[in-house]
């Protein structure tokens, strides 16, 4: 069974950085093809991707993010971080992290985690 | 950047009814890279189609998916009490890039 759980911390303050952790388990990311994405959703809107590391450690980035987003793995723990920084009131989301199957050729994210609340606040 | 604009925003439909949901996309999307998404009030999204028409494992095939190029669809032809959701169409682009739409309230009437 895949499973992934997002952590990280609830609140964080204006100017800080996010730092985020994917905890994966039943696939490994050292399978040719296999990714893993982050994505994230405000309060009653929709989706936004954010990054992707891939089995190559190949990262990708949200054209409108990507100075701020940085992506790495640990495939021995079964661990994907994302860290963003300088955070703003805005970017208050529930945050995601998703498998990007093999096979799928980067195609569609299934399953995704439970997600994460963020909240930007002083 | 590829933007895919879902219709209409809400439907209200009564279960047992068939529910036809559109998404539209600003440039050509290979079929191959369009999926769709279910997402209930505090839950993940969870894949239901992905190629434009295949459907993801364990969903039911009252759902099913078509369309190429900028118009696809989803469709469920007979609506049970657990459809009523929030949907989302999703594409990947070069790069690569991803883009979701604004979704769709699926409501009971």
């Known amino acids: 069974q895949v499973t992934l759980r997002e952590s990280g911390p609830a609140l964080v303050k204006p100017t800080q950085t996010l730092t985020l952790t994917c905890t994966f388990s039943g696939f490994s990311l050292s399978t040719s093809g296999m990714c893993v994405s982050w994505i994230r959703q405000p309060p009653g809107k929709a989706l936004e991707w954010l990054a992707l590391?891939?089995?190559?450690?190949?990262?990708y980035y949200s054209t409108s993010l990507k100075t701020r987003l940085t992506i790495s793995k640990d495939t021995s723990k079964n661990q994907v971080v994302l860290t963003m920084t300088n955070m703003d009131p805005v970017d208050t989301a529930t945050y995601y992290c998703a498998r990007i199957p093999s096979g799928s050729y980067y195609g569609w994210f299934d399953p995704w985690g439970q997600g994460t609340l963020v909240t930007v606040s002083s | 950047e590829i933007v895919l604009t879902q219709s209409p925003g809400t439907l209200s439909l009564s279960p047992g009814e068939r529910a036809t949901l559109s998404c539209r996309a600003s440039?050509?999307?290979?079929?191959?890279?369009l999926a769709w998404y279910q997402q209930k009030p505090g839950q993940a999204p969870r894949l239901l189609i992905y190629?434009?028409?295949s459907r993801a494992t364990g969903i039911p095939d009252r759902f099913s998916g078509s369309g190429s190029g900028t118009d696809f669809t989803l469709t469920i032809s007979r609506l049970e009490p657990e459809d009523f959701a929030v949907y989302y169409c999703q594409q990947y682009g070069s790069s690569p890039q991803y883009t979701f739409g604004q979704g769709t309230k699926l409501e009971i009437k």
């Open positions: 590391i891939d089995w190559d450690d190949d990262k």
């Open positions: 440039q050509s999307v290979s079929s191959s890279y």
């Open positions: 190629g434009a028409s």
